[in-house]
């Protein structure tokens, strides 16, 4: 038993959900995604209560294990989805050295951070990139496609503890190491 695929998702009323045979789609001010399921679980929307029940298919017999095992992550994304298209999902990034930069230009990400060539990144679909001095905001009601651009970002140039340059996410923090010691013996 599922502690979390028993719960269920409230839908908000500027949201439409349609379901298919191995699919869900969600629709909301901020966008569309579509959420795919195993034919071992079972999804039910609730009209009346604007509710989303998901649950084990039980006309499937064999494999409970592993239809216990995607319930409640089938329900985890299904109620991430629909709070990506209501409310969107957002990082912030932080560009951390002297003459290190971030520009938008058209569809890509341009980084200018300490490389003898910058390095240029493709927003994916459903992201928006925007740029304020130092700092990196990177929305989009996909949250996997948001934190994945994100850490795609922070991959091109990890901060590094000695000098704590490098690419950051603003709720991190980097623990300094110390230098060498010079000193008397």
Known sequence: MSRIGIKPITVPANVKVAIKSDSIEVTGPLGTIKVAFKPLIKVAFDEKEKTIQVSINSAKPGAERTASALWGTTRAL??????????GYEKTMEVVGVGWTAAVQGDKLKLVVGFANPIMLAIPKGVKVTVEKQFVKVQGS???AVGMFASNMR???????????????????????????????
């Not at 299904?78 to 409310?87: L, S």
């Not at 503890?161 to 991190?172: A, D, L, M, R, S």
């Open 78 to 87: 299904i109620a991430t989805a629909v709070e990506g298209v209501t409310k």
């Open 142 to 144: 996909d949250k996997q």
């Open 155 to 185: 991959a091109k140039r990890k901060p590094e503890p000695y000098n704590g340059k490098g690419i950051k996410y603003t709720t991190e923090t980097i623990k300094k190491k110390a230098g060498k010691q010079f000193g008397s013996a």
